[in-house]
């Protein structure tokens, strides 16, 4: 008797039957080779980081599209409110001394 026959004996059911849904929704980031930022590609659903990350190997990287992944649950990620981006960003811009029209550049220095 295999493990999936053993499992209906048993009241038991495998694959999406068996509460996926009820798993936590993990967001994927993959960095598609080295010296580039990871960027957002998908979500997983998991039990645990561990299996979330071999669920996004699988899914994301069928065909070696990267080198690293970043697995982060769903319920962790908090965002800034797009309706105060204004009281949120506009104090950078009272901070001139950030940008570097104020700073001399040495006439043998190309690009910085």
Known sequence: MGAR???RARGQTCGAQSGVKDWPLWEVFLR???GLSHRHVGSVHAPDAELAVRHARDTYTRRSEG???WVVPSAAIVASDPGQAAQLFDPADDK???HP???TIPDGIGHI
């Open 5 to 7: 026959s053993r499992r």
């Open 32 to 34: 598609a080779r080295g």
């Open 67 to 69: 080198v690293s992944l």
């Open 96 to 98: 001139v001394y950030r």
């Open 101 to 103: 029209t104020f700073y």
